[in-house]
């Protein structure tokens, strides 16, 4: 009987309503899928639009900034090219970061290794235990196993770590409501 108040919760608040938030906190730059750039477009494989040489270079022997690293993930993985944004989440120097996990967890989920993905989720969530995207993510991960209950408990503990009303939150909410989960 939990799961009714949720939902009507859930019904009651538009998604859009909460773009607030910060960058680490899954608030506004991740209210939108991202935007579709040289990355996605020209770059084959594991390869990042560097704008400063103006061609796709290989991360790892690159000096892109780890915002651009992550960019450039977040957009290969929504464009459904999981095994190239791994392959420039394994060329990031630091693979214990919170995020790199987080970003580990969701190109794995995407894949269908719900296993492995959930692995990454807790490593994430065990180094930052205020990771909000890692436990949307995680949360999102149990709505498509069917695990209501488990991925409630995740939208609580964005709750109660002061995550209301951030895309980690609301979007959360929004897969628990309607069965739907997002991809970026």
Known sequence: MRLIPVIALAAALPLSAFAAGSDSGGGSTWTNPPKETQTSK??????VWDEKTGKCVAPKNSSLDSDTHYGAVRELAYAGRY???Q???AAMPDQSDDRVLTYWGFTHRKMGNLDRAAFYYQ????ANPDNILARSYMG??????????????????IKARGGEGTWAEVSLREAIRTGLTYSY
């Open 42 to 47: 020209n770059c084959k494989g594991v390869k």
């Open 83 to 85: 095994t190239d944004a």
């Open 87 to 89: 392959g420039v989440l």
């Open 123 to 126: 490593a994430a969530i065990q």
């Open 140 to 157: 999102q991960g149990f709505v498509e196993e069917g695990k209501t209950d488990l991925a409630i408990a995740q939208w609580r503990e």
